[in-house]
């Protein structure tokens, strides 16, 4: 029996598919619409299965125009991570339960009109590459046959867009605000000792400079054109001082962390700027996702030839989130943020590491990134 952990696993048989194909081999007028479309359209049979490809499919994720897409599911053709999970192909994986284009698409089968956003992370040669995808499915039924067709289109920049004004410009406006707030305070009163207010400005500035050099970080990452700047790190200095950072953060506030002992002894060559980012972002969604009151723990291992920092709270992911960390557009805090785990991810391939996470009600979540302990 074909397994599954969602969708009907099951496929037609041949004289089925050829004959689902068929149909729409014909009408050239009509083909030459439809591939004139420039999103992506597919028309899938009732067991998931392409029969109709538009030219926009082939150009849009670069395939070659004799590339066999008939037959397969979306997920296949578009190279989706989490088939190598899936035990009957795209559709039967358990993280596809939160697929957006999975459930578009049974909507659609269903005899309903359905429009879902569809997180998609293509592994391409051993590199990760992230869409956002808006998926209409139309139910359509010819020759006594059910078939859904499906629209793709690419919102990637518009997710990216609409998470930097989140993220970027509404939290530096904030800062922002902070930091006038108390300038107005120092020109409108005479005080004694103005130096407590000096100094939250200056933390205030503080932070929208290390905003602003975070977002010139992922945005130069994604354009692969970050460059390493390598130097011998002392692992219990590094780690020491984003605890430092993080205790007096808001993010920080009435929890307490626990930092595990290291060696002074333990160097390892890295780019620290890089690897200061992601163990920081690291504590500071602990933080995030932690009650007050409670504790996170930070420490290091060091398995051979490598590093690698975690960070632990005490609490559990929602397992259909669990299926979207480190997508670029999903947070567990809400709409449009979700850079916090993405750019661990893909800071870390920089580094020539990993990060992975692990998420239960018993054990609470552990953050893990692994680095070789001289990267070249």
């Not at 020491?240 to 002992?261: C, F, K, N, W």
Request: proline fraction near 4%; charged fraction near 25%.
């Amino acid at each position: 029996m074909l397994a599954t952990y969602f969708a009907s696993p099951g496929r037609s048989e041949n004289r089925d598919l050829e004959r689902h194909i068929g149909y729409f081999s014909d009408g050239d007028f009509i083909r030459a619409l439809l591939n004139a479309m420039p999103s992506i359209l597919l028309i899938l049979n009732s067991h998931r299965q392409v029969v109709f490809a538009n030219h926009a499919l082939y150009t849009l994720l670069n395939l070659a125009k004799d590339y066999p897409v008939l037959g397969l599911r979306p997920g296949e053709i578009m190279a989706c991570r989490n088939v190598a999970d899936a035990p009957s192909g795209c559709g039967t994986s358990k993280a596809c339960a939160e697929c957006g284009a999975v459930l578009s698409i049974l909507e659609g089968l269903e005899g309903r009109k359905a429009v879902k956003e569809c997180r998609l992370t293509r592994l391409l040669e051993g590199e990760l590459e992230d869409m956002d995808l808006l998926v209409w499915s139309t139910p359509f039924h010819y020759n006594g046959d059910d078939f859904t067709i499906c629209a793709f289109t690419d919102i990637s920049q518009e997710k990216r867009r609409n998470a930097l004004e989140k993220i970027f410009f509404h939290d530096i406006l904030n800062v922002a605000g902070g930091i006038k707030g108390f300038a107005d305070l120092l020109t409108n009163q005479t005080l004694d000792d103005s130096s407590e207010i000096v100094d939250m400005i200056s933390t205030g500035a503080d932070k929208i400079i290390d905003e602003i050099r975070s977002q010139q970080l992922l945005v130069a990452a994604e354009a692969g054109d970050l460059k390493l700047t390598r130097s011998p790190i002392r692992i219990s200095d590094l780690l020491e001082e984003i605890v430092s950072l993080y205790r007096s953060h808001e993010a920080g506030m009435g929890r307490q962390i626990d930092l595990q002992p290291v060696s002074a002894d333990e160097i390892i060559v890295s780019d620290p700027v890089l690897l200061g980012r992601v163990i920081g972002n690291m504590l500071k969604n602990a933080l995030e996702a932690t009650p007050r009151g409670k504790t996170v723990t930070i420490g290091c291992a060091f398995p051979p030839e490598n590093v690698e920092f975690w960070v632990h709270n005490p609490g559990m992911i929602p397992l259909g989130a669990q299926f979207q960390i480190f997508h670029r557009s999903f947070s567990t805090k809400g709409l449009n943020r979700g850079l916090g785990t993405y750019s661990m991810r893909m800071l870390s391939s920089y580094l020539c590491g990993e990060v992975r996470f692990s998420s239960t009600e018993a054990d609470g979540t552990v953050f893990r990134a692994r680095y070789p302990r001289q990267v070249h």
